[in-house]
């Protein structure tokens, strides 16, 4: 492996900015890192240049360990986006200059400067200077000079941000073809997905400090498993939906297939609808992909080569679709009516062309899921203003923006009273959210056995948290656990520490055994199945007491419960419920042979 | 009105006054007076003014005011270089302070600064009695005039670094750390020779500004003909015995050394623009 | 949520291999004689005057300004910047918008006339005065039969002190309203604003910060001004002794007690400019 991260963590003023991030790249990749700006890639990539020192984790370069090895010993070229070229020398010495370090006698220098000419088209420009030549250029000689001591790793950072669009296209080109000639294995760091496309043998996608996703681009786009990265690669239409024994649903009719092994119970899922792959018809008869709903065109704006429209979808169709691409946030409740963004080619625009008004059906070609087990979010309480205050909790509120997803409202009068029997009539989709007080064991069960597959009890005041515990009382909730806790860290910036908890006490080693391995088995599963790098720890005790202990060390935490029981909420876990500083989330797993929970109706939300 | 070729046309108003106004001024303040330099001097024999600026004690004094600046200036290139290096790149408590005190010594009138160095210097100063007692004399020597013009010097030098040394981007040293220099080989090659141009100008500032000095070496220079006078205490003697002719020959002297000196300092500001003038965006 | 990383890059983080203790141990040094440096050079001196105003007690102070001659020297000192500030104030401004707000040939010249003075040596510049109002200068006999004093009266004390100082406002106020450019004023005049008002209402605020830190300079320099005005004034106590001369005055006495105390207050006067300085930097930087 060329380049081999682990488990590497930078943190700046206590948040990391880059949070365990692994990686394996391989020999003459080019491997583009891609993110938003304050993603932490352009800190990672200089972590990897040695001009930053890393907290935590392990980094590889050809197999050898330089984690603590000073920059100008690493054996690496570096890019950088303002050129960084010494203006008071010459192309020539620019060039030479990591010859003339290492004491390379004049006329191999000269030799070698001419070969890294040709190879950036730059011949001839020997003795100009750099205030001579224009942006392109200097580009072209600092990655000449990058490349002069004959580096195994080549890492380039944004190197054409500061350049126009049809330069940077050129230097491209270029760039590309100096990679492929010398067979160097390259990271690039940029926030445009397109150059992405362009450059990448394989993407890796970063999001406040975590690397979401890695894949080939095409595959990134067509099957993304995470919001940010379906909203990232390209426009999308991001919809909540329900998935059935039947298929995918979003009104009465499947509009795709059932995907993978989900012959459980429905419950509600979100689905990336990509516009170039909705189809519009004058009428249901007429399209030829399965029908979703009716519409009417709102805008159309002319591209060129294609045509971007929104459609209005009808109201009485759409009680589940929640529209969220990438440039809205989303209005709590706003969500009644939806707009789909749709692009057609001229050939779709000559065979029924469009205008603002028109009614059109909607079909969907194709449909992708995400995999990401929280969809969206709906605030139980048992009065309406409880129910505002806690939709209006800054943890939630964060968390719905980040994921773009909905907080639907559910007022639910027996919530609040501890000797009323609970309405067994009410059914609730997406994770839960009620408030810690001393009703909430029994709320949090109720709320599990009426369908929700999560519950999070949230505190008055919950300021962001900077590490996230995770602890499953039953391995059968592990995977269902992990599920949700990647999904959660995602879109946070914290630490993620599972918590390994065994009966008894640490002195026997037959159980400090098993407890290692136990640990060993989760942290492996989280990397490879759920994208999650997280630390470990082993704990000897009562579960309750341990995890109160934990999260009583310091502030700014949040616990990640997974259990299979709901009953064990009240009968063991109700401290933690009512614990006043740290929210909880609690993730069910139900096992085979219990109670099938299909809800009587699906979701009844509360417009607000 | 203004002639045509001479001024770009502007929708801006006032050129006329301002033009005439400022062109008033600076005749009456500036070229007539000068005009009456050149000429009292020029009006000279020429034996006499050669024997007047070549005479014992001229030739003292330029040895004395324009040795002692050219030391002081060298001085301050080093003293000067190692404070603003330390203001731009470090952070202790009180550098903001320290930073703002740099241009004391030139809002501080040049008497105050001259009877004050002497006092600190003198044999029985704060500073001075341990020189003394290292058996080194700085009041009333030519030492003592170096110290002032020092001092009077080290704003020019300092003010001009600090924005050269701010300016070299810390990638810079980034990028030659990771093609392997060490850290001196880079601060030899890199860093230091984009200061350069900024060193060489704050030199000639402090240079020139030190030849003229008058009030704040007064003090602290001995004034023994040949020995600790300096030109411009040369021309005020002169003056004081009517010799306006030969009091304005050294004065020539002097101004044809001045302009030489801000000639250069326009040269080199060309030359080093030319050179670095950074273009990235 | 995470920290700009560009801040983070440009923080002076301990590298990986890096050697700690070489810089650190240089960082220490450098500070160190950049401090002893000032020390010796600047901070002595400075307290030396206060030191030495106050070495008999505050009451020997303050019987210093009881003297008549050091009042006069006071007055006159207050006297001439009164005039001179003001006049070059209105040089320097006029000065600015000629040169920053049209071309013409030959500006390059009036910029190095302007930057004539602080080229020449403060006693050349003093000569230049008595060479031409002297009793042997070009107007000389004119002056003497008219009976008009310049050279060793207050006339040639202003005219030393304005050439001397002149360039500070025009200096600090050039620049900036050159990097400010014109686009404001045009916009101003075309839509009807005269000129008055136009430098009234759209020059002057844009550049207050400046005038105000070129005035004070002004100013400072202008009492503080000690070669042009000794070969000028002719140094007649009580009539044409400015503040500094009359410090060199009592110091040559071995007053220095009261040397040092009017030292002190021109000292108090540069202390004031150069908070003043900061407070206009710190403007200037907060209005960018």
């Known amino acids: 492996m060329s380049i081999s991260l682990d488990q590497v963590t930078k943190r700046y003023q206590g948040s990391p900015v880059v949070n365990d991030v692994s990686l394996e790249i391989g020999d003459g990749e080019f491997f583009v890192l891609l993110g938003p700006s304050g993603s932490g890639k352009s800190t990672l990539l200089r972590a990897v240049a040695g001009l930053i020192g890393v907290d935590h984790g392990r980094i590889s370069l050809q197999g050898r360990d330089v984690t603590h090895v000073a920059a100008r010993d690493r054996g690496v070229g570096l890019v950088f986006q303002n050129y960084a070229l010494f203006r008071h020398m010459s192309v020539a010495d620019n060039i030479e200059f990591a010859l003339r370090v290492r004491r390379m006698r004049a006329r191999e220098r000269r030799a070698r400067r001419q070969e890294l000419l040709r190879l950036v088209a730059l011949e001839g420009m020997d003795d100009r200077l ?13 990655v000449a000079r990058a490349l002069a001591h004959k580096p195994e790793v080549l890492l380039l950072d944004e190197p054409f941000g500061a350049l126009d669009a049809k330069i940077r296209e050129e230097l491209r080109r270029t760039i590309r073809q100096v990679q492929r000639e010398l067979g160097i294995t390259t990271v690039l760091v940029t926030h445009d997905q397109e150059e992405a496309f362009a450059l990448a043998d394989r993407i890796g996608v970063m999001n406040h400090g975590r690397l979401l996703e890695v894949g080939r681009p095409d595959d990134l786009y067509a099957r993304p498993a995470t919001r940010f ?197 009410v059914g609730v989709a997406g994770a839960a959210v009620i408030a810690s007080d001393a009703a909430a064991a029994r709320n949090a069960e109720w709320l599990l056995r009426r369908g929700a597959e999560e519950v999070l009890v949230l505190p008055r005041n919950t300021p962001s ?25 995602r879109h946070l910036s914290a630490e993620a520490v599972y918590v390994g908890i065994l009966p008894g006490d640490p002195a026997s080693s037959g159980q400090r055994s098993l407890g290692m391995r136990a640990l060993l088995d989760a942290r492996s599963e989280a990397q490879a199945v759920h994208g999650l790098e997280m630390r470990t720890e082993l704990r ?59 809800a009587a109706q699906p979701l009844r939300a509360h417009a607000s | 009105m203004p002639r045509s070729g001479f001024r770009q046309p502007s929708v801006l108003p006032g050129f006329g006054l301002t033009f005439g106004f400022t062109t008033f001024f600076l005749s009456a303040l500036v070229l007539i007076p000068l005009a009456a330099l050149v000429v009292t001097g020029a009006s000279m024999p020429w034996r006499e003014f050669v024997h ?35 203001l731009v790149r470090y952070e202790f408590p009180g550098r903001k302070l320290i930073d703002a005190l740099i241009d004391m010594p030139f809002a501080l009138p040049t008497a105050v600064s ?20 290292a058996g080194v004399q700085v009041a009333y020597t030519a030492l003592g005039v170096v110290i002032a013009l020092t001092l009077i010097g080290m704003p020019f030098m300092v003010r001009t670094m600090q924005p050269a040394i701010a300016e070299v981007q810390r990638e810079l040293e980034d990028a030659a750390e990771i093609l392997g220099a060490g850290r001196l080989y880079a601060f030899r090659r890199i860093i230091l020779p984009t200061v350069v141009p900024a060193m060489l100008t704050g030199f000639t500032l402090a240079f020139a500004r030190a030849v003229g000095e008058y009030g704040s070496v007064i003090f602290i220079a001995g004034n023994l003909p040949r020995k600790t006078e300096i030109t411009p205490l040369l021309i005020v003697i002169h003056l004081q015995q009517f010799d306006y002719q030969g009091a304005a020959a050294l004065g020539l002297v002097m101004l044809g050394i001045s302009f030489t000196v801000l000639l250069a300092i326009n040269l080199l500001h060309t030359w080093g623009r030319r050179r670095f003038v950074a273009t990235g965006r | 949520m995470a920290a700009n990383p560009a801040t983070l890059a440009h923080q002076i983080v301990r590298r990986p291999g890096a050697d700690s203790l070489l810089p650190a141990l240089l960082r220490v040094a450098l500070i160190a004689i950049s401090l002893g440096f000032l020390a010796a050079l600047l901070i002595a001196p400075l307290a030396t005057v206060f030191i030495t105003a106050f070495a008999h007690g505050i009451g020997a102070y303050l019987d210093s300004f009881a003297d008549a001659d050091t009042r006069s020297a006071v007055r006159l000192t207050l006297l001439t910047a009164a005039v001179v500030v003001p006049l070059n104030t209105v040089f320097g401004l006029a000065a600015a918008w000629c040169i920053a707000k049209f071309e013409f040939k030959g500006k390059s010249f009036f910029v190095t006339l302007i930057d004539l003075p602080l080229a020449v040596s403060p006693v050349i510049s003093g000569m230049l005065f008595v060479l031409l109002f002297g009793l042997q200068g070009w107007f000389g006999e004119w002056l003497q039969d008219h009976d008009i004093a310049i050279v060793f009266a207050l006339p040639g004390i202003i005219l030393a002190t304005m050439f001397v100082t002149f360039p500070y406002v025009a200096r600090e106020v050039i620049p900036l309203m050159q990097q400010l450019g014109n686009d404001e004023e045009e916009a101003a005049i075309t839509m009807g604003a005269g000129a008055w008002m136009t430098f009234f209402r759209v020059t002057l605020p844009k550049i207050r910060w400046g005038l105000v830190y070129g005035v004070i300079l002004c100013n400072a320099r202008a009492m503080g001004e000690f070669g042009a005005v000794s070969v000028v004034s002719g140094h007649i106590r009580g009539l044409t002794n400015t503040m500094p001369l009359h410090i060199e005055i009592l110091y040559n006495e071995y007053n220095f007690v009261g040397a040092f105390a009017v030292a002190s ?16 930097e710190r403007r200037a930087e907060r209005g960018r």
């Not at chain 1, 750099?130 to 600092?142: D, E, F, H, K, M």
């Not at chain 1, 963004?341 to 899921?369: D, K, M, W, Y």
């Not at chain 2, 001259?114 to 007692?133: D, E, M, R, S």
Request: glycine share 6%; charged share 20%; with cysteine.
């Open chain 2, 52 to 86: 007047v600026v070549t005479s014992a004690r001229a030739l003292g004094s330029y040895r004395l005011s324009f040795g002692a600046s050219l030391i002081a200036a060298s001085v301050n290139l080093v003293f000067g270089f190692i404070i603003a290096w330390t």
């Open chain 3, 265 to 280: 207050l021109l000292t108090l006067l540069a202390l004031v400019t150069l908070v003043i300085k900061t407070v206009v």
């Open chain 2, 114 to 133: 001259g009877i004050a160095l002497t006092t600190v210097f003198a044999p029985n100063g704060f500073l001075g009695h341990y020189l003394a007692q």
């Open chain 1, 229 to 425: 990265v379906a909203t990232f690669l390209g426009a999308a239409n991001l919809l909540l939906a329900r998935q059935t024994s039947r298929g995918i649903t979003f009104g009465a009719e499947p509009v795709a297939a059932p995907r993978g092994e989900h012959s459980e119970r429905a419950h509600e899922v979100v689905a990336v609808l990509r516009p170039e792959e909705i189809e519009l018809a004058p009428s249901r008869e007429a399209l030829r992909f399965p029908y979703m709903a009716r519409g009417a065109v709102e805008e159309i704006v002319f591209a060129g080569a294609s045509e971007r429209l929104r459609v209005r979808v009808e109201a009485a169709a759409s009680a589940q679709i929640v529209r969220a691409d990438a440039a809205a946030e989303l209005a709590p409740g706003a969500s009644e009516a939806t707009s789909l963004e749709v692009t057609r080619t001229q050939h779709e625009q000559r065979l029924f062309p469009l205008r603002p008004g028109l009614e059109v059906a909607i079909g969907v070609r194709r449909l992708h899921v995400l995999p990401t087990p929280l969809s969206s979010f709906a605030v139980c309480a048992p009065s309406r203003e409880e129910a505002e205050r806690l939709r209006d909790n800054t943890l939630l509120a964060e968390l719905a923006g980040r994921m773009k997803t909905r907080i639907a409202v559910v007022v639910e009068p027996s919530l609040g009273r501890e000797t009323q029997p609970l309405d067994e009539s």
């Open chain 1, 465 to 489: 948290p900077r590490r996230v515990l995770i602890h499953w009382v039953d391995p059968a909730a592990r995977r269902a656990t992990l599920a949700v806790s990647a999904s959660l860290l």
């Open chain 1, 130 to 142: 750099p205030a001579q030549l224009s942006g392109g250029q200097q580009q072209r000689v600092a």
């Open chain 1, 540 to 598: 000897y005790g009562d579960v309750t007491a341990e995890l109160m202990g934990r999260l009583a060390e310091a502030p700014g935490q949040l616990l990640i419960l997974g259990l299979t029981d709901a009953g064990d909420l009240a009968r063991r876990f109700a401290t933690l419920l009512t614990a006043p500083q740290h929210p909880l989330l609690i993730v069910h797993q139900p096992v085979a042979g219990a109670q099938p929970y299909e």
